[in-house]
């Protein structure tokens, strides 16, 4: 059974930066790879946002327009972990960030689409202050 562990949330100022991490037990290196990995976030009062995603085994990526150039997701398959480094962030990125898993195996192009991905970690939470 997949289960994904999230951490790295914290508090931080605007134009700070965090580091969160998942890391997927549960699964061969093989499967991990070959499906749709990455991470949503849910502020409260909004509906659960798609921010960004990989393939691993093509290391192809999506970023939602309201984060590219500020955040980037990248894997250590190594360790069956997914990264999303956040820079220069803002109070708007406040809210619950989910690390999500789709199906195995999964195409290698990853879409922000919650019905794709069937594996969810329990959350860890971002907070940018101004």
């Known amino acids: 059974q997949v289960q994904l562990v999230e951490s790295g949330g914290d508090s931080v100022q605007a134009g700070g930066s965090l580091r969160l991490s998942c890391a997927a037990s549960?699964?061969?290196?093989?499967?991990?790879?070959?499906?749709?990995m990455g991470w949503f976030r849910q502020a409260p009062g909004k509906e659960r946002e798609g921010v960004s995603f990989i393939y691993p085994a093509g290391s192809t990526t999506f970023y939602a327009d309201s984060v590219k150039g500020r955040f980037t997701v990248s894997q250590d398959n190594a360790k069956n972990t997914v990264y999303l480094q956040m820079n220069n962030l803002a109070p708007e990125d406040t809210a619950m960030y989910y690390c999500?898993?789709?199906?195995?195996?999964?195409?290698?192009?990853?879409?922000?689409?919650?019905?794709?991905?069937?594996?969810w970690g329990q959350g860890t939470q971002v907070t940018v202050s101004s």
């Open positions: 549960g699964v061969s290196g093989l499967t991990f790879s070959r499906r749709c």
């Open positions: 999500a898993a789709s199906r195995f195996p999964s195409g290698g192009t990853c879409r922000p689409a919650l019905d794709d991905y069937i594996h």
